[in-house]
């Protein structure tokens, strides 16, 4: 019973900011790993962020310095703040937590940023 609803996304204009929210049906202390990815039709998913072992976070070139993961442990909840949004950041955004033994992922947001 392990399910990750991710929810945020919207289409925005460069330079703006949105906060992608993943709500997940397991303690957040459940998940050994939970990470951002994100997509964009005919190319490869991608990791935007992620928590991982004790604590230690990672970024992807292209957003460090503009995005934030971090977790709410009392409402079970992951969040990422994208702030300077860029057009090349449009895709769908995906949640991903490691439960036990396998990745679990979220049905994904979409975010649109125009030019």
């Known amino acids: 019973q392990v399910q990750l609803v991710e929810s945020g996304g919207g289409l925005v204009q460069a330079g703006e900011s949105l906060r992608l929210s993943c709500a997940t049906s397991?303690?957040?202390?459940?998940?050994?790993?939970m990470a951002w990815y994100r997509q964009t039709p005919g190319h490869e998913r991608e990791l935007v962020a992620a928590i991982v072992g004790g604590g230690t976070i990672r970024y992807a070139d292209s957003v460090q310095g503009r995005f934030t993961i971090s977790r709410d442990m009392a409402r079970n909840m992951l969040h990422l703040q994208m702030n300077n949004l860029k057009p090349e950041d449009t895709a769908v955004y995906f949640c991903?937590?490691?439960?036990?033994?396998?990745?679990?992922w979220g049905q994904g947001t979409q975010v649109t940023v125009s030019s």
């Open positions: 397991k303690s957040i202390f459940s998940f050994s790993a």
């Open positions: 991903k937590g490691h439960y036990t033994t396998r990745d679990y």
